[in-house]
């Protein structure tokens, strides 16, 4: 499904204007603010994310929201019987964590692809770590493009997801990105 956000449709919310706490989660990060295809370089990293431990309820709420009724997702006997040491998250789950990687260091960017191939089975208590790195940047048709390696690992280091995107950005604060028009 392709993520079409309309930048007309912008319904002026009545909320206080934004004032950013001095303190944010990342102090000297670079990427923690908008940024602009200029300002990137391959190789850079982009900020990790680390996500509570994954727990049974957010296992079987998340397989119910996304349709997957997988008994290895919902049912811890059926997954004894099968031999599994008992239920785990459905790969998407992870996927998923990646994709609040990229939105949050996106900002308002747009990620135009995302693949991943899942390789390890995401246990309940398993703490995942969402990490990106830039692969490669380039221009096509007038639009600027980010080219992302993701990965997940759990809090053992070992690789549960491995992925790509394609993010389109601003170029420059010349380029409308600067002005919130679109």
């Given at each position: 499904h392709s993520h079409s956000h309309s930048h007309e449709a912008h319904p002026q919310r009545n909320l206080p204007p934004l004032t950013a706490?001095?303190?944010?989660?990342?102090?000297?990060?670079?990427?923690?603010?908008?940024?602009?295809?200029t300002e990137l370089r391959v190789g850079d990293d982009l900020p990790p994310l680390t996500k509570p431990a994954v727990d049974r309820v957010q296992i079987v709420r998340y397989a119910s929201a996304a349709g997957d009724f997988n008994r290895l997702h919902l049912d811890e006997p059926y997954a004894h019987q099968l031999g599994f040491p008992g239920l785990f998250a459905p790969g998407m789950l992870a996927m998923a964590f990646i994709g609040q990687l990229l939105t949050a260091w996106l900002r308002r960017g747009h990620v135009r692809k995302l693949s991943a191939r899942f390789i390890k089975i995401v246990w309940p208590n398993d703490e995942l770590t969402c990490r990106g790195r830039i692969a490669e940047l380039r221009r096509e048709g007038g639009a600027c493009y980010a080219d992302v390696e993701l990965w997940a690992e759990n809090q053992k280091g070992e690789l549960v997801l491995r992925g790509q995107a394609t993010c389109e950005l601003y170029e420059s604060p010349q380029s409308g990105g600067g002005d919130g028009g679109g």
């Open positions: 706490p001095k303190q944010v989660q990342q102090p000297k990060q670079s990427l923690a603010r908008s940024f602009y295809w």
